[in-house]
């Protein structure tokens, strides 16, 4: 497995990124939720992988028993995805938000506040 | 019993934890949180100068959370840069609260604004003073929604329309930087930043791998701080929301990544130095023009403003390209300068857009003779953020262009005089159109401001230009200071013993 | 003399509520503090005169190696003494010149504030105070142009005198730096002994040319000269005291300051002669071509400046003494011209100088004054005009003929205009007599009458007042002493002759000019193409440019944000992989999938579709999931690979996506295709180079083994110290629980926010 | 969507749940679980009671404290008087005797108040290491063994505090979303 998930990240951030370049909203959302959620296996794999073992001190024992998986990355992992969570939740009513406000869906109708516009010359 | 120390380190990130704890138990009570956040910023004010105070006598404060040993745990660490930083940050907050009193309009201030602010501001403490690279994310991660919440308090449709953009690329820094430290607990199999110095300078670390890791700490600490392929989502943002919330993030934030930035790459990103070196200098000059071309574009005084903040990017990261004693404390004292003056003139277009009723360079005009005072205090922060002496910006700006002929870097250091000249210009254009400029006839009345608002509105601005002003006279003191901050920058092994207890 | 100087400073701020609490008499207060200035450097006289030095050194920023240094010499002194002179009689003018205007407190700030620095420049014996002082003249400068600050003329003309003396400023910066390297000090007194180790510098060039720049600027040599004559947009009392007497010889101070230090390479005099006298010239020339009487006198000043810098650039003792002579007639000469410019113009509403007519009657000391300032430019014996002329003769004969044809040029234009200026307008009855809109004041004719009585009296007697000032000046410049001695009358020598053949040539000249009063047209039309023009040129492009450039680059799309944000990560990670790091193994790693089970192999074709319907789809319900299958899917393999506790909390937090997907974004339309084919395929590419460059730097990565004494050291003590046998939750609660704190306000501010963000919607109020 | 069987189920789940997530806080210390987990199953019986009977009616069957006052202050002992208003307080749903005496007051809880409550007693869970003399965040242990909760400490305080905070949230997000 060791050699499949790296392909897998890379499809996942890949078809993340790809969604959100999209001009639709919705996608924009799959979009970054996917680019998480790749972030995270990255973290994940990153961190070398075990089969089995969690990291949990079996009864009667005092301390961790090999091959146990590495805490570290997972405690990581634990608090970004929640942080992840929180973000994406606020995203997802952002948009939700935009296209009320706005009434489309489309990215592109959204450069009032920083398209420059070039006044007619003089 | 309670250990000074380890308390220091802690009350500002606590002050403003409690202080939103409490606001959210008074919610719906603005009055009380009104309150709760006045003092909270007075008491951040007091025990950040503490922590300087301390660190200044005692070198570098460590206190290693929960008592763990520090590869550990996560260490909180406070040298001069990071206490001179929150010091900072707490004297910013402090000017903006008291100018969201009457500068912010009600309703936003009912929907948890002081809570907001308040946990901005541990959000960028907990950056300056954490010394564990994942902290460090978390932490910026708290800015980050932060200011998510404050861009988008109060939903208008430009607000919304900013806060797409910078929550789409936020997001995708923060993908990159949390990818970066897999990247490098990967690599080292540590978090913490003065264990991680302590391998990387060691002959059995991969160099390469390291030079690998640090480009993701480059594109999403730049994205942070704004520089120059990177900024985009600075200027289509920053001037969304009303003054009091974007003074405040228009002010500090980016600086906060250039402090994320100066810390990583003189602590642990050290490998093939020249290389990235080289790639700064480049990316400053680029950030200087770009951003100051921006700026002499735009006819909206908070448009020019948030352009201006990419620009001094530019300046700052010139001083760690530059990479010499002086330059980071040139370095670090613009950022110092920067985050005051920044703030002063966003506080200062709100209060001419409070009682104009708009931003709009062409239809302003005529403050000169209707305030001033307030035209004295605007020309006190624009000549400053100029970088004309004997004001704060002068210092810095000296500095690093003595610190980079001393080096011979001569091209950088041209092009941030030329790009300080069209600061200059377009500070001016500010001051002609808005002040010296008659008004243009429009049928808008201006709204009333009774004396009580009046007065909250102009003692924040007045308190920072006095600021501006000290750090501008009484030079010594604060080049003094950022120099010494520099030295511990740059002499790592303060840091790596201090935090390693060795 | 720190004490005086910055309580003049303090009085500065100040000086504005003075004027409003004092009324009539403030004047008294105003003019009062330039005096007792004056007063206080007079003292000095003395002790400098005997070739004595005061210093009073305070630190400043001793790190940077600043320093309130005051050096006081001839040279400091002589200027000290003219700037706080003129201030007095400058800020009396301006109280009668100004009498009814609103914004005469503030000038009276921006004037006091000008006056201290520029004493504060003239006596700095520090690099960076002088930088400090010059960068404050141009500031008060700018803001004195300005005082008409309703005309669009008057703010133009100030924002181009800033940016042009800002940018010589920037390169002053630059060349003091560079100067201070070389010199190896930035105090003024070390680097003037160090004439060789800085000519002799590597920088020196660099340094020069800086250096330059910024006085040339300042003292508007050509190019850089056109914005003096639009500064003129200031009022008179304005114009009088910085743009003719003493802020534009900041530049020729510093020239001569330095002189010591810099001179001896042929670089320095032969650029200095050259741009001198092209000034010289260029300025005698176009004060002819002008009618407004104010633009003439700046020419002239123009082409003084310029006969000054060449004076400096000759280098001699000769051409020293007579450029510290000259600068004192100058000062007093225009500076009396220019005050009586602008009671002219007070007085009569118009400064075109073919309007005016017989003015004596109504104006009878102006007019008086005039003449005695017209009689010193003109170099007529007795005044020190005439002395100034014969030492510049004198210094220019010797060292070559064609710059002495050139500087006669320059003196008959110079009598062409002290005619006008003297005799035209006043006492040339050749109509009616020019109709004022009131009579001329008497109380503002005293000053310029004050300079002309000056002028004559230093002429009548050289020796006494002036001459050991300034040769103490002149030696100051040269760098070592020299004998200087002043008088009126030389005999008959050729140089007298010469002198006499100026004053006939300029009244010729003066002839011809009454009756053929049109501008040669080609040179008019080259000069109207001329810098002026390219100021404007490169402001304008500049704006246009920075607009377009901003609007492609900020053009408001952003998936070309975003894009290129990734392309630069992308870009940075292959130029790093490229560079220098180890190659990935993937052969070795190829048998690695043999070690795949069948259960993951399963997930992982359950990924697969996953992703292609997402892509796929146009349902949003499909999309969520979809979406939801990924998410479980990495949840199982959390699972399987020994993480229950993210498992499990992926699971409840997909579950929990669902829901806020199924409850807010159930009204969002249909979902469309928005983008264009040919867009996708290089968002596929993009996509795929990223998607493939992090899978390397995965691989890459975990081809080499992990050392952590995390995992050992929480393995060995997550029950023995934290108490606990769930690793993970111990790490998250105990070891690491400052994280968990940050996440918990993560969470608590998203939770506010989307409160905010649904509940609160202030377009809407605003409408209602 | 709202059938009977339906609602009655969720309103026997919300319990269950509550139960259920408090064993996954308390066990998380030496099983998978903790905090953050249990806070999350503690908000999905909610979830479904809003998703099914709506915000408002969640609001009141379950964020409502009834309180009652006594108008009438008993002079005699401030202690007292307290005691007995909790006295009445805890056992509301019986019918006070004279009526008139009582003043009734609805307190709201807010889930704002529950993520301020979570946020509190994670931060004080640290200060009181700090306080004997340690840094931040030093756990303190009581000594004691209680079946499923184990060695209670300041930990297990930080872990509550988690879970309040998640609780306190998801409530918050939920009822906000399903009022639109």
């Known amino acids: ?117 070039i006044p007619p010359k003089e | 019993m309670l250990q000074l120390h380890h308390l220091l380190l802690l009350l500002p990130l606590l002050l403003p934890l409690y202080g939103a704890i409490f606001c959210l138990f008074s919610w719906n009570r603005v009055n009380l949180q009104m309150a709760i956040a006045c003092v909270i910023q007075l008491a951040m004010v007091v025990a950040s100068g503490a922590l300087l105070y301390a660190v200044n006598h005692e070198g570098i404060l460590v206190t290693q959370l929960g008592n763990w040993p520090a590869p550990f745990g996560i260490t909180l660490v406070a040298d001069l840069f990071s206490a001179l930083m929150v010091v900072t940050a707490s004297i910013t907050g402090a000017a903006v609260v008291l100018f969201s009193l009457r500068g912010l309009d009600l309703p936003r201030q009912d929907y948890g604004y002081y809570p907001l602010i308040l946990m901005l501001q541990m959000g960028v403490a907990g950056v300056c003073l954490t010394g564990d690279l994942f902290n460090l994310f978390v932490w910026f991660e708290v800015l980050l929604i932060c200011c998510f919440v404050m861009i988008t308090l109060g939903g208008t449709k430009p607000q919304l329309e900013g806060a797409i953009k910078y929550v789409t690329i936020n997001i995708l820094a923060s993908g990159l930087l949390l990818t970066g430290i897999g990247v490098v607990y990967g690599i080292t199999g540590s978090l913490n930043m003065a ?97 100051v071309l921006g700026a002499a574009a735009h006819y909206d005084f908070r448009k020019i403003l948030s352009f201006h903040i990419v620009s001094q990017i530019g300046y700052m990261l010139m001083g760690l390209a530059i990479f010499t004693t002086l330059s980071i404390a040139g370095t670090i004292l613009f950022i110092v300068h920067n985050v005051f003056v920044k703030t002063n003139l966003f506080l200062v277009s709100g209060v001419v857009g409070r009682l104009k009723g708009s931003f709009d360079l062409k239809k302003l005009g005529s403050q000169y003779l209707q305030r001033p005072f307030l035209a004295l205090l605007f020309l006190i922060s624009a000549l400053a953020l100029a970088g004309l002496p004997p004001l704060s910006g002068f210092w810095p700006k000296f500095i690093l262009v003595k610190a980079g002929l001393e080096a011979e870097q001569y091209t950088i250091v041209g092009v941030s005089l030329c790009v300080s000249i069209i600061t200059l210009f377009s500070m001016t254009k500010i001051w002609n159109e808005v002040f010296w400029k008659k008004q243009p006839e429009t049928d808008e009345t201006e709204p009333d401001a009774d004396r009580l608002t009046k007065a909250l509105l102009y003692a924040p601005i007045i308190f920072l230009a006095l600021c501006i002003l000290y750090i501008g006279l009484n030079a010594e003191a604060a080049i003094g200071l950022a120099y010494r901050a520099a030295e511990q920058v740059l002499n790592t092994d303060l840091y790596i013993n201090a935090v390693l207890n060795r | 003399m720190l004490y005086f100087i910055l309580a003049s400073l303090i009085y500065a701020f100040i000086a504005p509520f003075v004027h409003r609490a004092a009324g009539k008499y403030g004047i008294a207060v105003q003019a009062g503090v330039p005096l007792v200035l004056f007063v206080y450097f007079a003292t000095f006289l003395p002790d400098v005169q005997k070739g004595e030095v005061y210093t009073e050194i305070y630190n400043w920023v001793p790190s940077l190696g600043v320093q309130l240094y005051f050096y006081l010499d001839g040279l400091a002194l002589l200027f000290t003494l003219l700037i706080s002179g003129f201030g007095t009689l400058v800020m009396y003018y301006a109280s009668q010149y100004l009498k009814d205007d609103a914004g005469l407190g503030r000038l009276y700030m921006y004037l006091t504030l000008f006056m201290v620095a520029m004493l504060g420049l003239v006596t700095a014996g520090n690099l960076v105070t002088v930088f400090i002082c010059w960068e404050l003249t141009s500031i008060t400068s700018y803001l004195l142009i ?125 650029t200095l002669l050259v741009i001198g006298t092209t000034t010289a010239l260029l300025g005698a020339f176009l004060a002819l071509q002008n009618s407004d009487l104010k633009a003439i006198l700046a020419y002239t000043t123009v082409s003084a400046l310029g006969l000054l810098v060449s004076l400096i650039g000759l280098g001699t003792d ?92 320059v003196s008959v234009a110079y009598v062409a205009v002290a005619t006008i200026m003297g005799y035209r307008i006043f006492w040339h009855n050749r109509s009616e007599p020019t109709k004022l809109k009131h009579q001329g004041q008497v109380t503002m004719a005293y000053p310029p009458l004050i300079l002309g009585i000056c002028a004559l009296v230093f002429g009548l007697m050289p020796g006494h007042f002036v001459a050991p000032i300034l040769g103490q000046a002149a030696s100051a410049t040269l760098g070592e002493t020299i004998d200087f001695e002043l008088s009126l009358w ?9 002198s006499v053949l100026t004053i006939l040539a300029g009244i010729f000249l003066y002839s011809v000019l009454q009756k053929k009063r049109e501008p040669i047209a080609i040179l008019q039309k080259l000069y109207a193409n001329g810098p002026n023009k390219l100021y404007f040129v490169l402001l304008n492009g500049l704006q246009r440019g920075a607009l377009h450039l901003t609007a492609t680059i900020q053009n408001g799309y952003l998936r070309l944000y975003i894009a290129s944000i990734i392309l630069t990560q992308v870009a940075l990670l292959l130029y790093t992989i490229w560079y220098n790091s180890p190659t990935l193994q993937l052969q070795q790693k190829i048998n690695l999938l043999q070690d795949v089970l069948f259960h993951e192999w399963l997930l992982i074709l359950l990924v697969l579709p996953a992703i292609y319907m997402l892509l ?53 339309p249909r979902f469309q295709y928005l983008t264009h084919a040919h867009r996708r395929i290089k968002f596929v590419v993009i996509s795929v180079l990223f998607g493939a460059t992090m899978t390397y730097v995965l691989l890459l990565v975990k081809q080499f083994p992990l050392i952590s004494n995390l995992k050992e050291y929480y393995g060995q003590n997550a029950y023995l110290l934290g108490k606990g046998k769930n690793i993970v939750n111990v790490i998250l609660i105990d070891f690491r629980a400052f994280d968990t704190l940050g996440e918990m306000t993560v969470l608590a501010v998203a939770a506010i926010g989307i409160f905010a963000l649904l509940r609160l919607r202030m377009d809407k109020e605003e409408k209602a | 969507m709202r059938t009977i069987i339906l609602a009655t189920a969720i309103r026997l789940l919300i319990p269950v749940f509550q139960i259920f997530s408090v064993y996954i806080l308390f066990r998380g210390h030496n099983h998978p679980g903790g905090g953050f987990i249990g806070g999350l199953i503690g908000s999905i019986g909610f979830i479904f009671y809003v998703m099914t009977y709506g915000t408002k009616h969640t609001l009141k069957n379950y964020f409502r404290v009834h309180l009652k006052n006594d108008k009438v202050a008993d002079l005699h002992s401030r202690a007292r008087h307290r005691f007995h208003i909790a006295r009445v307080n805890s056992r509301y749903r019986q019918r006070v005797e004279d009526e008139w005496k009582w003043e009734h007051r609805i307190m709201r809880i807010r889930p704002v108040y529950i993520i301020a409550t979570g946020l509190f007693l994670a931060a004080t869970s640290g200060l009181i290491g700090l306080f004997s003399g340690n840094p931040y965040m030093t756990a303190i242990w009581t000594g004691l063994e209680i079946p499923i909760v184990g060695k209670p400490g300041t930990t297990l305080l930080f872990d509550a505090g988690v879970y309040l905070l998640v609780f306190g949230i998801v409530l918050k997000i939920t009822f906000v979303m399903a009022e639109e």
């Open chain 1, 1 to 117: 497995m060791d050699i499949v998930l790296p392909f897998i990240t890379g499809l996942l951030f890949a078809t993340g990124l790809y969604l959100i370049l999209h001009r639709h909203f919705f996608k924009l959302i799959l979009g970054i939720i996917l680019f998480g959620l790749a972030t995270n296996l990255f973290i994940f794999t990153i961190g070398r992988l075990t089969r089995g073992g969690s990291p949990i001190i079996p009864q009667g024992s005092e301390v961790a028993i090999e091959p146990y998986a590495d805490p570290v990355p997972q405690a990581l992992l634990l608090t970004a995805i929640v942080i992840g969570f929180g973000i994406q939740a606020f995203a997802i009513v952002l948009v939700k938000r935009v296209y009320q406000a706005f009434g489309t869906n489309n990215l592109d109708d959204l450069n009032n506040t920083d398209k420059t516009i």
């Open chain 3, 318 to 409: 000769a051409a020293i003494q007579s450029m510290v002579v000259f600068l004192l007639a100058h000062a007093l000469y225009k500076g009396g011209l220019f005050m009586v410019a602008g009671n002219i113009d007070h007085a009569a509403g118009t400064r075109e100088y073919p309007l005016l007519n017989g003015l004596h009657k109504q104006m009878r000391f102006t007019g008086i004054a005039a003449m005695l300032a017209a009689l010193s430019m003109a170099g007529v014996l007795p005044f020190i005009g005439f002395i100034a002329k014969e030492l510049l003769y004198e210094a220019k004969a010797a060292s070559s003929y064609i710059i002495l044809a050139l500087s006669f040029m």
């Open chain 3, 490 to 498: 030389h005999g008959f020598t050729p140089v007298l002759w010469l």
């Open chain 3, 616 to 668: 796929k789809t146009t349902s949003r319900l499909t999309a969520i999931a979809t979406l939801s299958i990924i998410g479980y899917t990495a949840s199982l393999l959390y699972y399987l690979f020994g993480a229950p506790d993210i498992a499990a909390t992926q699971l409840l937090i997909e579950t929990l996506t669902v829901v806020i997907f199924v409850l807010v974004l159930h009204k969002l």
């Open chain 3, 146 to 270: 300005g005082h008409t600050h309703e005309k669009e003329t008057a703010r133009q003309s100030a924002l181009q005198a800033l940016l042009v003396t800002g940018l010589g400023g920037m390169a002053l910066m630059a060349g003091f730096v560079l100067l201070g390297i070389a010199g190896d000090s930035y105090t003024i007194p070390e680097l003037l002994t160090r004439n060789d180790l800085i000519t002799h510098s590597s920088l020196y060039l660099p340094m020069l040319i800086l250096i330059l720049l910024g006085a040339f600027t300042k003292s508007a040599q050509f190019p850089f000269h056109f914005w003096l004559p639009n500064a003129m947009a200031a009022p008179t009392p304005v114009s009088a005291y910085l743009h003719s007497a003493t802020m534009v010889k900041a530049g020729i101070y510093l020239l001569a300051r330095l002189s010591p230090a810099l001179s001896g390479p042929d670089v320095w005099h032969f």
């Open chain 2, 195 to 291: 264990e991680l110095a302590m391998l990387v300078r060691m002959p059995s670390i991969n160099k390469s791998l390291f030079l690998m890791a640090s480009t993701f700490f480059i594109v999403s600490l730049g994205i942070k701080a704004a520089l120059f392929p990177l900024f985009f989502w600075l200027p289509a943002s920053y001037h969304t929301p009303p003054i009091a919330i974007s003074s405040f993030i228009g002010g500090l934030l980016t600086k906060v990544g250039i402090y994320a930035m100066i810390r990583l790459f003189t602590l642990i990103f050290v490998v093939e130095q020249e290389l990235i070196l080289a790639f700064f200098t480049i990316t400053a000059g680029f950030t200087m023009v770009i951003g």
